[in-house]
């Protein structure tokens, strides 16, 4: 049984933006013809599987890959998506956010100068590995005191 909500109904789509304060984009959405919608959804779609693609050259097979997924539960936070390479620092600035972490201390931790640099030496990294390594250290931190 699957849980959760599906938009492909409109009128349910229609309610969840009024619910969260997007009249506007209701508004906008109201006008689309449904080939437009059509369209919109197959550009949505194409964007989706360029990101895919762009990220096939990032290495998946991971041995901690399981002790990160484990701590991204421990700590009420989520991976990124398999094909987001670790240049994209997003998602690491998400994590220490949530963990409230002076991204200075990781950068010293890391060895780095920015966030970026990581994902600028290990090209090949997908930005679920990096986000891993983070909760690790971090977990360990957590755990002496």
Same mark, same amino acid.
Not at 4 to 20: C, M, Q, V
Not at 116 to 122: A, L
């Given at each position: 049984?699957?849980?959760?909500?599906?938009?492909?109904?409109?009128?349910?789509?229609?309610?969840?933006?009024?619910?969260?304060?997007?009249?506007?984009?209701?508004?906008?959405?109201?006008?689309?013809?449904?080939?437009?919608?059509?369209?919109?959804?197959?550009?949505? *779609?194409?964007? #989706?599987?360029?990101? @895919? %693609?762009?990220?096939?050259?990032? +290495?998946?097979?991971?041995?901690? /890959?399981?002790?990160?997924?484990?701590?991204?539960?421990?700590?009420?936070?989520?991976?990124?998506?398999?094909?987001?390479?670790?240049?994209?620092? *997003?998602?690491? #600035?998400?994590?220490? @956010? %949530?963990?409230?972490?002076?991204? +200075?201390?990781?950068?010293?931790? /890391?060895?780095?100068?920015?966030?970026?640099?990581?994902?600028?030496?290990?090209?090949?990294?997908?930005?679920?590995?990096?986000?891993?390594?983070?909760?690790?250290?971090?977990?360990?931190?957590?755990?002496?005191?």
């Amino acid at each position: 049984m699957k849980i959760g909500l599906d938009f492909n109904d409109l009128g349910l789509l229609a309610w969840f933006i009024e619910l969260i304060g997007g009249n506007e984009l209701k508004d906008y959405l109201a006008t689309l013809t449904p080939e437009q919608r059509q369209e919109n959804l197959e550009k949505a *779609k194409a964007a #989706r599987e360029a990101k @895919k %693609k762009a990220g096939e050259n990032l +290495k998946q097979d991971w041995l901690d /890959e399981n002790h990160w997924r484990s701590l991204a539960s421990k700590y009420g936070t989520r991976l990124p998506l398999s094909y987001i390479p670790a240049s994209d620092t *997003k998602y690491i #600035r998400r994590i220490l @956010k %949530k963990l409230e972490i002076d991204p +200075k201390e990781w950068l010293e931790v /890391e060895g780095y100068k920015s966030l970026g640099d990581f994902g600028k030496q290990n090209p090949n990294t997908p930005a679920w590995v990096h986000v891993g390594l983070l909760l690790e250290w971090w977990d360990e931190k957590e755990s002496q005191n």
